[in-house]
């Protein structure tokens, strides 16, 4: 199973980027996908999350400025980011959880910065 995002980039305080992630490998469909973020010298912390079925959970600092939403291809997601600001840089990963085999799975992250 593999994860690959892609759209991250350089782009000025409160401008606009979309993220996506790419699932290969699984012949099921994720129960979770999500992202999240790690910016240096910090630990790595919940963006945003989206149980299958279910509504999206956001970090309390990303809330009303990105969404998140599964692809119509299956084990896609993408994250819309808007109003960036410079403590968003950081590195981002997406994840997808499989319930039935307990797995958990990251992609090698796409690096944003947020920089005038």
């Known amino acids: 199973v593999q994860l690959v995002e892609s759209g991250g980039g350089l782009v000025q305080p409160g401008g606009s980027l979309t993220l996506s992630c790419v699932g290969s490998?699984?012949?099921?469909?994720?129960?979770?996908m999500g992202w999240y973020r790690q910016a240096p010298g910090k630990e790595r912390e919940m963006v945003a999350r989206l149980p299958s079925g279910r509504s999206a959970i956001y970090a309390d600092s990303v809330k009303g400025r990105f969404t998140i939403f599964r692809g119509k291809i299956e084990n896609t997601v993408s994250l819309q980011m808007t109003s960036l600001k410079p403590e968003d840089a950081a590195v981002y990963f997406c994840?997808?959880?499989?319930?039935?085999?307990?797995?958990?799975?990251w992609g090698q992250g796409t690096p944003v910065t947020v920089s005038s």
């Open positions: 994840h997808a959880d499989q319930w039935y085999s307990d797995s958990e799975y």
């Open positions: 490998g699984n012949p099921y469909s994720f129960d979770v």
